[in-house]
Every structure is written in structure tokens, then in C-alpha cells.
């Protein structure tokens, strides 16, 4: 079985966001595959259920094409979930042997640098803020992203009396650059339960958790935030200078990204629009390259990740505790940047590559 979905039936407007002029700069392509020979687990038996994060569409990535085939029973794309995240579904009946499926996609990137180009300078605070209902949703709490008790009291000691919102970001960010470590002990890219980080006192994780703390905080902030997840698919060329393995590599433009999974963030300026953030990443270089938080070049990185992204990542969604469709036994699911299984209600171990059954090769073509 085959299908070919072309880019137009994959694009999603950007949600709400103004597009921001001359600041998604250099533009890189990929294609990128994902092969599936799924696992059972010892004495797993029923059908199996597979959901695929894919990529969405908007003004600093277009998904070009999508391709997808494999011998399972029946497999189609949805966006039926609270987030509209954009989901390739595929089952398999309880007697099938093998369970295979190739998702191949190509997909075009471009940086977002509206700090680095000077779109920011001059930001200008509306005399009254009015948010649309799609952004309203992420001044909203979840499980893992509670805005009141302790996650308050930090925000509102972090900016104490600034007012101006894009200020408060940076507060928040900086803040994290000098509290947080990352820890690569924890599973995947981490839980992002920013209560019990901050509770307990151990600001140490991994990208989830780093940058739903600053989501957490900035909601806390009364400043529409949210994560993004998707993948690392080659090398970071303008952060090479300071780590060359930190955030992405590549060998002759290819790469196994079967670990590259990578949580973002952003934030919602009114009169404006989203801006990116990634205070997670400061944290990573700090630990591959051995570097202090005054150190010069962990402040450069921290500079340019507060209001950049470099694009040799793609997004998938925005969603936090929410139900995949079809629902699976596992509900409501943490987030949605792995793939997820369930072979007779078992799930398979999304972060394990081996144990689960996939890889992903990344290739960048232009």
C-alpha cells in the first residue's frame, strides 16, 4: 500500500501569528526517512496502533511532499486532536507478521532570526492587548505547565516590575540560562513537569524540561507561550563555532537523527507575533563543551537563541497532555515528538530506536 500527499493537503496557516518581514533567512531543504520494523514486546499479542508525529507548514517551514508505505491493514493522516497535531496513523492486525512502514518527506527550513535582524529593536508595546482565541490557549495550564502556586512566585520574582512583555521573556530566559543545567541521565527529552522541578529544587533536565519551565514561567508572566517539538535533521552551521556536536551534526549532509529529538519554545508578542526561543540549548552546550555560565561563548549562544532559531530542525506541534486519535490505551499522552505504539495495549518504548523498531536518516539536499 502507497500514498502520496503533496504539500497543500500537509500546510497549515501560521496560527494567528503576523508574518514576520525579512527574518526567516537562509533556507535549507532535506529529505528525510522514517523506516519501521516494529518490536512486539515479549508475549505482546492483539493489533498494533502506530502514531507518527508529522511536520506542519508554516512561514519558516513547507512541507514539500509526503510519501508513506508499508503492509499494515490501514494508515491515514489526521489532525483530529485538540492541537490539530498532524498525525500518519497506521494499523496492523493481530496476525500480521512483520509490521513495516517507510515515511519519506521532504521539507524545506528556513532560519528565523527576527532578533538577530533587528525586527525587535524598536518593539513598541500596544496600549491595549487583545489576543485571538488560538492564542489565547497557550495563557492556558496544563498538567505539566501549571501557571499558578509555585510557578507564579517564580515568574513574579523573575520580572519583578517590568511590564513590557518582550522584556519579561528575556528575564525569564536569562534567568535560565543561569539556573538550569541539563542532565542526560533523563529518559528521552525529559518530562517537562516545570511544578515538581521547581518545587524540588532540581533545575536539571533536558530540553522538555528546560524550555517548559520558560512556558510555564511566561504564562505565569501573562505572556502567551509554547513549546514546539520536532527533530534535529543535520548540522547547526551558525552555531558550529561554539559546539560542533551540541546541536546537530551531519557527515557529507547525512545523518542518523534516531536521538535527535528537540523541544523549542516560543512567545507571542502582541502587534507582532511568535518569536523564538531556546534557552534548552544553552544548557546542552554548556555540558558537551565544559563551559561556565559567564563563559563568553555560552553568553553568545544565549544571545542568539533568544530571539533566533537556526533551521536545521523541523517542527511538528505544539501539543501538551492531550489524546492522540484514535485514542490509544495510554491517555491523555505527555507530548508528541516521538513516535508512539501500542502492539495488544502494550506501548512500545518510543525512546529506545532498537527496542522500538525505527531509524530516521536525515539528508539535507540544498
Not at 489526521?78 to 497506521?90: P, R, V
Not at 493481530?94 to 533587528?118: C, H, S, Y
Request: charged fraction near 25%; proline fraction near 5%; aromatic fraction near 10%.
Amino acid at each position: 500500500m502507497k500514498k502520496l500527499l503533496l504539500a497543500s493537503l500537509l500546510a497549515s496557516a501560521a496560527v494567528s501569528a503576523q508574518t514576520l518581514p525579512n527574518t526567516n533567512t537562509d533556507a535549507h531543504t532535506y529529505e528525510f526517512v522514517q523506516s519501521y520494523d516494529l518490536v512486539p514486546p515479549q508475549g505482546s499479542k492483539g493489533e498494533t496502533n502506530l502514531w507518527v508525529p508529522l511536520p506542519f507548514s508554516n512561514d519558516y517551514q513547507t512541507v514539500q511532499a509526503v510519501e508513506f508505505e508499508g503492509n499494515y491493514a490501514k494508515a491515514y493522516v489526521t489532525e483530529n486532536n485538540q492541537y490539530g497535531a498532524k498525525t500518519l496513523y497506521a494499523n496492523w492486525d493481530a496476525n500480521a507478521d512483520k509490521r513495516l512502514l517507510k515515511v519519506k518527506l521532504t521539507i524545506e527550513t528556513k532560519d528565523r532570526e527576527p532578533m538577530a535582524k533587528g525586527a525587535l529593536k524598536d518593539y513598541q508595546v500596544p496600549e491595549k492587548i487583545v489576543y485571538s482565541v488560538d492564542v489565547q490557549e497557550y495563557l492556558k495550564p496544563t498538567t505539566h505547565i501549571k501557571t499558578d502556586g509555585v510557578v507564579k512566585q517564580f515568574a513574579d520574582k523573575i520580572v519583578g516590575s517590568e511590564t513590557n512583555p518582550l522584556k519579561k521573556a528575556q528575564l525569564i530566559h536569562q534567568w535560565i540560562v543561569e539556573n538550569m543545567e541539563r542532565d542526560n541521565s533523563v529518559l528521552g527529552c525529559g518530562e517537562g513537569d516545570v511544578e515538581k522541578m521547581l518545587t524540588s529544587g532540581v533545575l536539571k533536565g533536558k530540553c522538555t524540561d528546560i524550555n517548559s519551565v520558560f512556558v510555564a514561567l511566561a504564562r505565569a508572566a501573562d505572556i502567551p507561550a509554547r513549546e514546539v517539538f520536532g527533530i534535529r535533521l543535520g548540522a547547526a552551521k551558525k552555531l558550529e563555532p561554539y559546539s560542533k556536536t551540541a546541536f546537530g551534526s551531519a557527515k557529507d549532509g547525512v545523518a542518523n537523527v534516531n536521538g535527535g529529538q528537540h523541544c523549542r519554545a516560543e512567545f507571542y508578542l502582541a502587534g507582532f507575533g511568535w518569536v523564538p526561543v531556546d534557552s534548552a540549548d544553552v544548557a546542552k552546550m554548556r555540558l558537551t563543551e565544559k563551559k561556565a555560565v559567564n563563559d563568553k561563548e555560552t553568553q553568545a549562544v544565549a544571545d542568539y537563541l533568544f530571539g533566533n532559531w537556526e533551521a536545521n530542525w523541523m517542527g511538528y506541534n505544539h501539543a501538551r497532555d492531550f489524546d492522540l486519535y484514535p485514542q490509544p490505551e495510554l491517555t491523555p499522552i505527555n507530548n508528541f515528538g516521538y513516535p508512539y505504539a501500542e502492539i495488544g495495549g502494550d506501548p512500545l518504548n518510543s525512546y529506545d530506536a532498537k527496542a522500538f523498531g525505527y531509524e530516521f536518516i536525515s539528508t539535507q539536499i540544498k
